[in-house]
């Protein structure tokens, strides 16, 4: 097998754990929406406090495809996605606020 084979391979198992990383963020953003019990008055408000939840469940999966479509190495891929990873916790639920 050639060394870039085993590169290529390598690589798709770098974005897979990736993959399975971000798919964990969302579930964590997704169990932070369901579990939160406030919620704004209003019409305008509960609008725009739905729209912000939708953006924080759908924001790693947007982060992590938008990275793969647009990264011009494997080595800025992996660093965008790390930084992604970082930036993307769901704080709510990691410190127990819902």
Known sequence: MSARRRGAQGSVVVLIVFAVLFAAETLGWVAAVLRNPFG???????????????????????????????????QSRDIVLIVGLVLLVPWPFVIGAV
Do not use: I
């Not at 725009?48 to 190495?73: C, H, I, K, M, S």
């Open 40 to 74: 704004p008055d209003g019409l305008a408000a509960e609008v725009l406090y739905f729209l912000g939840e939708a953006f924080a469940v759908l924001a790693p999966a947007a982060w992590f495809l938008a990275t793969v479509w647009l990264a011009r190495t494997p």
